[in-house]
């Protein structure tokens, strides 16, 4: 049988992508649910690769690893490796080329079916606007669902010199449904939430939701606001982007309540495409700049090797080992634990344990895992 790196998810080992995959050891009884778990890891992180970093499928995927040819499968793991470093640069992790676990939580997170380094063609003329809601699958009632996508396209008409008409004909620019699968299957619940096709002939500027989620008119589950907002860029011709500030981040990162707005970056780009040459007295928000002078920082703690710098919802990590310092969301870490706009952090080195504190509460942090959290006496 096939051996693999006894890595993954577990506390301080690493799956090195140019050992994907190698050897399971069989002498561990583990082995088997060990083997099972690895290869379920491999094969998330190489379906991952290819819909989002055009990582091309492996030849000879049929075949035995071990009849392969020698020099296709080292040039598709040189591939494999690239395209892994690229992602992790892109979230703001370190580019270790490793599918460590702080990875893992960005490959699972909920977000945008569109790929991450897709090629947008300039326009040189506006997009029509003539919009059209079709479909039976609303998650809510047609009065509440259009009310939400016309606050949606309302934000990028206010940027920009379009604006949109809702008809109820077939013929439109434009058409938004909620599906179950069309050609680019939904994954039930989680996973990809809506994709939309970048703009032109045919299908060209439609947005598709996953009829599946727990779309939300509120604060709880998906906020359908802040998806059609993201999904709507696309359909003006917008890809995703790096800034983990900005509306187009392919990751969903909203907590509940959050106050939605395009960033700075949401604008420069929907105005470049659409209008270079308009100024606005009210900048939208930018996301925080390590090189700013005037920048002062939440909170400052090391995490074993690394030191980490938290403002709002942001943080940038300094690895010994690279060069880079990358910016990244505070629940790209800690998804759904610790909170935005702390007021200090502690590394508790003997313990092992990273303490937060915000307001009278305290979260107390375990190899990236919550362990307890409370109110400082």
Same mark, same amino acid.
């Given at each position: 049988?096939?051996?693999?790196?006894?890595?993954?998810?577990?506390?301080?080992? *690493?799956?090195?992508?140019?050992?994907?995959?190698?050897?399971?050891?069989?002498?561990?009884? @583990?082995?088997?649910?060990?083997?099972?778990?690895?290869?379920?890891?491999?094969?998330?992180?190489?379906?991952?690769?290819?819909? =989002? =970093?055009?990582?091309? &499928? @492996?030849?000879? @995927?049929?075949?035995?690893?071990?009849?392969?040819?020698?020099?296709? /499968?080292?040039?598709?793991?040189?591939?494999?490796?690239?395209?892994?470093?690229?992602?992790?640069? *892109?979230?703001?992790?370190?580019?270790?080329?490793?599918?460590?676990? #702080?990875?893992?939580?960005?490959?699972? @997170?909920?977000?945008?079916?569109?790929?991450?380094?897709?090629?947008?063609?300039?326009?040189?003329?506006?997009?029509?606007?003539?919009?059209?809601?079709?479909?039976?699958?609303?998650?809510?009632?047609?009065?509440?669902?259009?009310?939400? *996508?016309?606050?949606?396209?309302?934000?990028?008409?206010?940027?920009?010199?379009?604006?949109?008409?809702?008809?109820?004909?077939?013929?439109?620019?434009?058409?938004?449904?909620?599906?179950?699968?069309?050609?680019?299957?939904?994954?039930?619940?989680?996973?990809?939430?809506?994709?939309?096709?970048? &703009?032109?002939?045919?299908?060209?500027?439609?947005?598709?939701?996953?009829?599946?989620?727990?779309?939300?008119?509120?604060?709880?589950?998906?906020?359908?606001?802040?998806?059609?907002?993201?999904?709507?860029?696309?359909?003006?011709?917008?890809?995703?982007?790096?800034?983990?500030?900005?509306?187009?981040?392919?990751?969903?990162?909203?907590?509940?309540?959050?106050?939605?707005?395009?960033?700075?970056?949401?604008?420069?780009?929907?105005?470049?495409?659409?209008?270079?040459?308009?100024?606005?007295?009210?900048? &939208? &928000?930018?996301?925080?700049?390590?090189?700013?002078?005037?920048? $002062?920082?939440?909170?400052?703690?090391?995490?074993?090797? /690394?030191?980490?710098?938290?403002?709002?919802?942001?943080?940038?990590?300094?690895?010994?080992?690279?060069? #880079?310092?990358?910016?990244?969301?505070? $629940?790209?870490?800690?998804?759904?634990?610790?909170?935005?706009?702390?007021?200090?952090?502690? #590394?508790?080195?003997?313990?092992?344990?990273?303490?937060?504190?915000?307001?009278?509460?305290?979260?107390?942090?375990?190899?990236?895992?919550?362990?307890? $959290?409370?109110?400082?006496?």
């Amino acid at each position: 049988m096939e051996v693999v790196l006894v890595a993954g998810e577990v506390p301080g080992h *690493f799956l090195s992508t140019v050992e994907v995959p190698l050897m399971v050891f069989c002498a561990d009884s @583990r082995a088997p649910s060990l083997y099972s778990h690895l290869r379920r890891l491999t094969c998330l992180l190489q379906s991952y690769l290819q819909q =989002y =970093y055009g990582l091309h &499928p @492996r030849a000879g @995927r049929q075949k035995r690893h071990a009849t392969a040819e020698p020099n296709e /499968e080292v040039s598709w793991k040189s591939e494999l490796c690239q395209k892994m470093e690229r992602m992790q640069r *892109f979230f703001g992790l370190p580019p270790s080329g490793e599918l460590n676990n #702080e990875t893992l939580v960005v490959m699972k @997170r909920p977000r945008c079916g569109l790929s991450d380094v897709e090629h947008v063609k300039f326009l040189k003329k506006p997009l029509p606007s003539i919009i059209r809601i079709a479909g039976m699958k609303l998650p809510n009632s047609k009065l509440k669902v259009h009310k939400v *996508f016309r606050a949606a396209w309302k934000m990028w008409s206010t940027v920009t010199p379009i604006k949109f008409r809702k008809r109820s004909r077939r013929e439109a620019d434009i058409t938004i449904s909620f599906h179950t699968g069309d050609g680019s299957p939904f994954d039930g619940k989680g996973g990809i939430l809506a994709h939309a096709f970048l &703009p032109g002939a045919g299908i060209g500027g439609d947005v598709h939701f996953d009829a599946e989620e727990d779309w939300s008119l509120n604060s709880t589950g998906f906020s359908l606001l802040a998806v059609a907002v993201h999904e709507f860029g696309h359909a003006l011709g917008l890809p995703h982007s790096s800034d983990p500030g900005a509306i187009m981040y392919p990751a969903y990162n909203f907590a509940p309540n959050f106050e939605l707005q395009l960033s700075f970056t949401d604008v420069k780009d929907v105005q470049h495409r659409y209008d270079p040459d308009h100024c606005y007295t009210n900048p &939208p &928000p930018r996301t925080p700049d390590k090189c700013d002078p005037d920048l $002062s920082f939440d909170a400052v703690s090391e995490l074993r090797q /690394e030191v980490l710098f938290f403002k709002d919802r942001f943080l940038w990590r300094k690895h010994p080992q690279f060069d #880079e310092i990358g910016i990244t969301l505070i $629940s790209s870490l800690w998804p759904d634990s610790v909170p935005s706009h702390l007021d200090a952090a502690y #590394e508790n080195v003997e313990k092992d344990m990273t303490l937060f504190f915000k307001g009278i509460h305290v979260l107390s942090v375990n190899k990236l895992q919550v362990e307890s $959290s409370g109110v400082k006496s």
